[in-house]
Protein backbone atom coordinates (compact mmCIF):
# COMPACT_ATOMS: atom_id res chain seq x y z
CA UNK A 1 0.00 0.00 0.00
CA UNK A 2 1.52 3.42 -1.37
CA UNK A 3 1.34 5.84 1.68
CA UNK A 4 0.67 9.68 0.53
CA UNK A 5 2.41 12.46 2.10
CA UNK A 6 1.27 15.98 2.48
CA UNK A 7 2.60 19.44 3.47
CA UNK A 8 1.57 22.54 4.67
CA UNK A 9 3.20 25.49 4.59
CA UNK A 10 2.38 28.83 6.73
CA UNK A 11 4.61 32.31 6.97
CA UNK A 12 4.33 32.79 10.62
CA UNK A 13 5.60 36.66 12.35
CA UNK A 14 8.49 36.47 15.00
CA UNK A 15 5.68 37.20 17.83
CA UNK A 16 3.60 33.90 16.62
CA UNK A 17 7.28 31.90 16.70
CA UNK A 18 8.00 33.32 20.15
CA UNK A 19 4.89 31.64 21.21
CA UNK A 20 4.98 28.41 19.16
CA UNK A 21 8.54 27.86 19.72
CA UNK A 22 8.36 26.66 23.50
CA UNK A 23 5.09 24.88 22.91
CA UNK A 24 6.10 22.80 20.50
CA UNK A 25 9.95 22.15 21.98
CA UNK A 26 7.90 20.73 24.67
CA UNK A 27 5.81 18.36 22.83
CA UNK A 28 8.37 17.67 20.30
CA UNK A 29 11.55 15.85 20.31
CA UNK A 30 14.46 16.66 18.68
CA UNK A 31 15.47 15.05 15.47
CA UNK A 32 18.03 12.68 16.28
CA UNK A 33 19.92 12.97 12.92
CA UNK A 34 20.31 16.86 13.61
CA UNK A 35 23.75 18.74 14.57
CA UNK A 36 23.85 20.56 18.64
CA UNK A 37 22.32 23.63 16.61
CA UNK A 38 19.24 21.54 15.77
CA UNK A 39 19.79 21.45 12.34
CA UNK A 40 20.93 19.56 9.35
CA UNK A 41 21.87 19.69 5.85
CA UNK A 42 19.72 18.14 3.34
CA UNK A 43 20.76 18.13 -0.47
CA UNK A 44 17.97 17.10 -3.11
CA UNK A 45 18.98 16.05 -6.46
CA UNK A 46 15.81 15.53 -9.41
CA UNK A 47 15.73 14.23 -12.02
CA UNK A 48 13.75 14.28 -15.08
CA UNK A 49 12.23 11.92 -18.04
CA UNK A 50 13.47 11.71 -21.14
CA UNK A 51 10.07 13.55 -22.76
CA UNK A 52 11.08 16.41 -20.10
CA UNK A 53 7.43 15.51 -18.72
CA UNK A 54 8.13 16.49 -15.06
CA UNK A 55 9.56 19.98 -15.97
CA UNK A 56 6.35 20.50 -18.20
CA UNK A 57 4.10 19.19 -15.54
CA UNK A 58 5.66 21.20 -13.33
CA UNK A 59 5.33 24.51 -15.39
CA UNK A 60 1.87 23.93 -16.03
CA UNK A 61 1.02 23.66 -12.55
CA UNK A 62 -0.07 20.10 -12.12
CA UNK A 63 -0.28 18.91 -8.25
CA UNK A 64 -0.27 15.36 -8.33
CA UNK A 65 2.95 14.22 -10.63
CA UNK A 66 5.59 12.05 -10.46
CA UNK A 67 8.87 13.42 -8.61
CA UNK A 68 12.46 11.33 -9.65
CA UNK A 69 14.53 12.66 -6.32
CA UNK A 70 18.05 11.47 -5.02
CA UNK A 71 18.51 12.85 -1.35
CA UNK A 72 21.42 12.97 0.58
CA UNK A 73 21.51 14.14 4.26
CA UNK A 74 23.93 15.21 6.78
CA UNK A 75 27.61 16.91 5.08
CA UNK A 76 29.50 16.07 1.82
CA UNK A 77 31.35 12.37 2.16
CA UNK A 78 30.09 11.55 5.32
Known sequence: ???QRF???YWIGW???SILQPR???LLSRDPNADSNGEYQIRSLYFDSW???CVHEK???I???KKYRAR???EAGS
Do not use: C, I, N, V
Open 7 to 9: EFK
Open 1 to 3: MRK
Open 59 to 61: MSG
Open 24 to 26: LES
Open 15 to 17: SEY
Open 72 to 74: MYG
Open 51 to 53: DRA
Open 63 to 65: ESR
